[in-house]
Antibody, heavy 114, light 107 residues
Framework: QLQLQESGPGLVKPSETLSLTCTVSGGSVSSSNYFWDWIRQPPGRGLEWIGNIYSTGSTYYNPSLKSRVTISVDTSKNQFSLNLNSVTAADTAVYYC??????WGQGTLVTVSS | DIQMTQSPSSLSASVGDRVTITCRASQGISNYLAWYQQKPGKVPKLLIYDASTLQSGVPSRFSGSGSGTDFTLTISSLQPEDVATYYCQKHDSPPYTFGQGTKLEIK
């Protein structure tokens, strides 16, 4: 059974970089033809697609975040990661990792505050 | 970029009612549309993909239809456990934008 688990700091200071990792178990991030997504949800608001990485290693980003986002994969650890730099309070949200076919992590709340 | 607009933003219906939620894309996306259900405090759950294909394990009272720019999610007989916010998402090409959500409550 495929499982995804987000990990990373729950508190990030303004202007710093938010870094999260998604650890995949029960399957491989190298599996062909899958998109591995990052999605976020500010408190009380809707879902926002941040970006993803394809099994080929190609990345795609939300244009509204593109200048600040990097998604990468570490096949040796079966993980993929999200870096979002120059964060502000508007980046406070629950961050989810997911595989396009409906498998999601439990989400992790990241608060941006000094 | 293609925008996804859901309507209504919220609705209230009675148990047993037929409920329809609409999602409109600002440009055609063929049938590359998914529907998610998010119950309060829970992780979103994939209900339907490719506009009309029911995800395994999802009750048959849920159905999806549409192609191009107009899509619908229908619950044939509303149950109390269907209280949730429903989101559509385009998955033809990036950015994979979500609709703003439709909050469904029981009357």
């Amino acid at each position: 059974q495929l499982q995804l688990q987000e990990s990373g700091p729950g508190l990030v200071k303004p202007s710093e970089t938010l870094s999260l990792t998604c650890t995949v178990s029960g399957g491989s991030v190298s599996s062909s033809n899958y998109f591995w997504d990052w999605i976020r949800q500010p408190p009380g608001r809707g879902l926002e697609w941040i970006g993803n990485i394809y099994s080929t290693g190609s990345t795609y980003y939300n244009p509204s975040l593109k200048s600040r986002v990097t998604i990468s994969v570490d096949t040796s650890k079966n993980q993929f990661s999200l870096n979002l730099n120059s964060v502000t309070a508007a980046d406070t949200a629950v961050y989810y990792c997911a595989r396009r076919d409906g498998h999601w992590g439990q989400g992790t709340l990241v608060t941006v505050s000094s | 970029d293609i925008q996804m607009t859901q309507s209504p933003s919220s609705l209230s219906a009675s148990v047993g009612d037929r409920v329809t939620i609409t999602c409109r894309a600002s440009q055609g996306i063929s049938n590359y549309l998914a529907w998610y259900q998010q119950k309060p405090g829970k992780v979103p759950k994939l209900l339907i993909y490719d506009a009309s294909t029911l995800q395994s394990g999802v009750p048959s009272r849920f159905s999806g239809s549409g192609s191009g720019t107009d899509f619908t999610l229908t619950i044939s007989s509303l149950q109390p456990e269907d209280v949730a916010t429903y989101y559509c998402q385009k998955h033809d090409s990036p950015p994979y934008t979500f609709g703003q959500g439709t909050k469904l409550e029981i009357k």
